[in-house]
């Protein structure tokens, strides 16, 4: 399985990709992940994105697609992988493609996962992050075992500053200008399964496993 998951911010792609990817013994991309171990291994490309990353600018999307390129060519990527969370615009998309096929690699489905922006931002809102080791809780969803401690390592559960609903209203809009023509550009491609992400996680797992059965 080659997948790409893509939606929203809140839509679920980090959760429910994890989820498949376990389903199917693939792993999960993410580029923030790549450019991270790129950086730290120190490879050409890596130290190519450093120079942008220590910084603070945006890496290119000719150095995300070689980190990319890099990546999917290691062993656990045999089986399939899923990218999560890129392209996140037409010009990303067909940069990917064309490396992909310059690769002879061919996308099984693009996951798009469509959920109500009113209920991305009470998904967001009631998000807390530990601040020790990045584990996520949901005030309402998946409350802490002790209000503000994480279980996993006991550090502090904290809101995260694009979590407040102004900033994720700017988000949104943000991703529907820019992400949005991808829906129609991979459903041009045949590739496109959208998937309905309102209600609880493990309907929705089961929605995108029945879409990658088919």
Not at 26 to 50: H, V
Not at 142 to 168: H, M, N, S, T, Y
């Amino acid at each position: 399985m080659r997948i790409i998951f893509f939606g929203a911010p809140g839509s679920g792609k980090g959760t429910q990709s994890k989820r498949v990817g376990k389903k199917y013994n693939i792993p999960q991309l993410s580029t923030g992940d790549m450019l991270r171990n790129a950086k730290k291994q120190e490879t050409p490309i890596g130290l190519k994105a450093s120079q942008y990353m220590d910084h603070g600018k945006l890496v290119p999307d000719e150095i995300i697609i070689g980190i990319i390129a890099e990546r999917i060519l290691e062993e656990d990527c045999d089986d399939g992988f899923m990218l999560d969370g890129f392209p996140r615009s037409k010009p990303q998309a067909e940069a990917l493609r064309s490396m992909l096929q310059a690769q002879d690699i061919e996308l099984d489905s693009v996951i798009f996962l469509d959920v109500d922006f009113d209920e991305i931002v009470t998904r967001l809102v009631g998000r807390r992050v530990c601040h020790s080791c990045g584990e996520e809780y949901h005030i309402d969803f998946q409350p802490p075992e002790v209000a503000g401690k994480c279980g996993k390592c006991g550090g502090e559960l904290v809101q995260r500053p694009d979590d407040f609903e102004e900033q994720i209203r700017v988000r949104l809009k943000s991703y529907q200008e820019l992400t949005s023509p991808l829906i129609e550009y991979y459903r041009d491609l045949g590739k496109l399964d959208q998937v309905a992400a309102s209600g609880d996680f493990d309907e929705i797992t089961k929605r995108i496993l029945l879409a990658l059965e088919k």
